[in-house]
């Protein structure tokens, strides 16, 4: 409608992009609003363009249509309001994004990391935590056929290059922070958190070889030696392990290592661990909490907060036992000297929720909904950890009386996303922190 009514040229199937001539792609995007504090959000990710398998393994990306329609682009963000007619959107945002070059840099790998892995026969088993910004989303209508791929017999779901929902959180982010209604990078770059890698470490080595590769200084070390290595001093904190994980990563920039412009973009959760002399974690894993009227408001698993959760790229950094060694940190608040159990740094190694998994996860997010829809948010009625089916919900609150708004009028407690400790356990004694 956009590109017949307003700008007057008829729909087409060019694989050039909308505006050749400036090189430009046009893209419109739906938003969210939230209903409690009136924020947008973004609702899906971007989709560029269609993949065919066959095309792909034999396209270098710079020939490819991804580049054509994703380097330069005017998003044009429209407010999606359920039930309302497409023709009564209303339009709120417009920004001209040159996607910048060091960002293309990491698309790329992105594009050769899902190209590898057609070309080994396995488009059946892509999943958009494969890669960091560029992401190969199911697309098509319910019913359709799986695709034919190369390499293999097993025919692979519809999928398209899109942009993630995270690296679109990032775009928006700028706009409404500008205070205004349009926003450009085209000759002024956006402006960056911190950078975690360079542009010139990216052209040799890949974004996580580059990450896992500052750990292995640090493996088999402690608390205590790990700051004298990063030069800090030693402190009690809760967050403590979870922030040299950070220095590290960051080559001492940060503690805040999600701060970081490659992690805002790309979504990556990191998870800091201390297991016990057992080998396991030693508490399960907490997300965010759950968002009722998001839940509530959206009948799509896939386009669901829970599914990019899932799908994101997990970094894991874990400590182990040190031989029933201890510890003395120094405790600021309280001017005294605490001796602690020693725990050592063991393993780091990013991770992708395979694809069974994520089956299992999506009759978990149908059990929340369809109790969110029938007003029974109550913790019994939600999977247990003792259902030992690898998630569940309970409270992380801290108080039973902390309570959110119930989109079926109000309030309900606050339950969280959570994998089970022995889930855990398994995703780190299958994996490797070998660089």
């Known amino acids: 409608m956009v590109e017949e009514l307003f700008f007057n040229y008829e729909i087409n199937s060019n694989k050039e992009a909308d505006f050749a001539e400036a090189n430009l792609e046009l893209k419109c995007t739906p938003l969210l609003k939230s209903k409690t504090d009136g924020a947008f959000r973004i609702k899906e990710r971007l989709v560029c363009t269609m993949i065919d398998y066959f095309e792909l393994v034999n396209t270098r990306f710079e020939d490819s249509h991804l580049i054509a329609k994703c380097k330069l682009m005017l998003l044009l963000f429209y407010l999606h309001v359920k039930g309302t007619p497409s023709y009564d959107y209303k339009f709120l945002f417009r920004i001209l994004w040159q996607l910048p070059q060091k960002d293309l840099l990491l698309i790329k790998k992105d594009y050769y990391t899902i190209a590898e892995k057609v070309r080994r026969g396995e488009a059946h088993l892509l999943s958009e935590g494969d890669t960091l910004y560029l992401g190969a989303c199911r697309k098509g209508q319910k019913g359709d056929s799986p695709q034919r ?7 692979a779901n519809k999928r398209a290059f899109s942009l993630k929902p995270a690296y679109m959180r990032y775009i928006l982010s700028h706009v409404t922070e500008s205070d205004n209604n349009h926003y450009s990078n085209y000759s002024v770059p956006a402006d960056v958190q911190y950078e975690l890698v360079s542009q010139q470490e990216l052209e040799s080595k890949s974004f996580e070889q580059i990450i896992l590769q500052r750990f292995n200084a640090y493996r088999g ?37 999600t701060h970081s412009d490659e992690f805002v973009k790309s979504g990556i959760i990191v998870k800091t661990l201390r297991l016990n002399t057992k080998g396991m974690p030693e508490e399960s ?19 669901s907060e829970l599914y990019e959760l ?59 909904r369809e ?44 339950y969280c996303y959570w994998f089970n400790a022995d889930f855990v356990k398994q995703i780190i004694d299958n994996s490797s922190s070998d660089v």
């Not at 036992?321 to 608040?333: E, F, L, M, Q, R």
């Not at 725990?343 to 009759?363: C, G, H, N, R, S």
Request: proline share 4%.
């Open 149 to 155: 791929q190369p390499y293999s017999d097993i025919r």
């Open 221 to 257: 070390l402690d608390y205590l030696q790990i700051c004298e290595k990063l030069g800090i001093t030693p402190y009690q904190s809760k967050s403590k392990y979870a922030d040299v994980a950070s220095l590290i990563a960051s080559n001492g920039k940060s503690k805040r290592l």
């Open 285 to 303: 894993m907490s997300f965010k909490n759950i968002d009722y009227q998001e839940i509530f408001d959206n009948d799509e698993w896939v386009d």
């Open 310 to 368: 899932f799908t994101n790229r997990f970094l894991f950094v874990v400590f182990k036992p040190s031989d029933n060694a201890t510890i003395t940190v120094h405790n600021n608040k309280t001017g005294t000297d605490t001796v602690e159990s020693s725990y050592i740094l063991d393993k780091v190694f990013f991770w992708t929720m395979p694809t069974d998994y994520l089956q299992l996860a999506t009759e978990y997010w149908q059990n929340i």
């Open 371 to 414: 109790n969110v829809l029938n007003n029974n948010i109550r913790l019994n009625a939600f999977w247990s950890i003792r259902d030992h089916r690898y998630f569940h919900v309970r409270p992380k609150a801290r108080r039973k009386t902390d309570t959110v708004p119930n989109p079926n009028g109000g309030t309900a407690e606050k």
